[in-house]
């Protein structure tokens, strides 16, 4: 019963701040405009993942994941004109880290799955102020798919090659566990406005 308590105190918080004022100033072009891009990336991403896991294997794929993303990312982000990356509460890749404003969203996020209320639909966005500058904030929850579970799934199942080049190239990692339907982190897009 505490457990519910809580939960349902968080999410009613979680509804407040999307209603707060910041929340408001938020238009829905500006939205709109972010989840176009969120779903781009992440359209982009996770073909470039498939088409090497259909054609190189999975072994293959986490490098595209430790290093073609980054640099797709990258690239992505100066073409649109805005700061993206994947962030994660359960961290791999160290540049995946989030800062205090996605931790905070990334808890409601968990929250919401946890309430059976986080969906493909559910996305947050807020304006906010950084010393003398004002960014719009956007995240969208990244949902574990089947195909993540070969590198993010429980450790016993995977490829021992796999596990093994993870193991090499992240020795910190603890993205693993999942299971389809997880939330594993989200895309996080920033934009300077004036």
Request: with cysteine; proline share 2%; aromatic share 10%.
């Amino acid at each position: 019963m505490r457990q519910f308590i809580i939960s349902a105190a968080l999410f009613f918080t979680f509804l407040f701040i999307q209603c707060s004022e910041n929340k408001r100033e938020v238009s829905e072009n500006q939205i709109i405009a972010m989840r176009t891009t969120g779903n781009d990336f992440m359209k982009e991403l996770k073909g470039i993942l498939i088409e090497q896991i259909q054609t190189s294997g999975v072994v293959q794929a986490v490098s595209v994941c430790s290093d073609t993303a980054q640099l797709l990312t990258n690239k992505f982000g100066v073409e649109r004109g805005v700061f993206i990356k994947r962030v994660s509460l359960k961290n791999r890749n160290k540049n995946n880290y989030p800062d205090d404003f996605e931790k905070r969203i990334l808890n409601n996020f968990e929250l919401l799955k946890q309430n059976n209320q986080l969906d493909g639909e559910t996305e947050f966005a807020e304006i906010t102020t950084e010393g003398d500058y004002k960014y719009l904030r956007y995240l969208k929850p990244i949902i574990i798919q089947a195909e993540c579970l070969n590198c993010h799934g429980n450790k016993a199942d995977m490829m021992p090659r796999v596990k093994d080049l993870i193991a090499q190239k992240y020795p910190d990692d603890t993205a693993f566990g999942y299971r389809v339907g997880d939330l594993r982190g989200a895309i996080s897009i920033k934009k300077l406005i004036d």
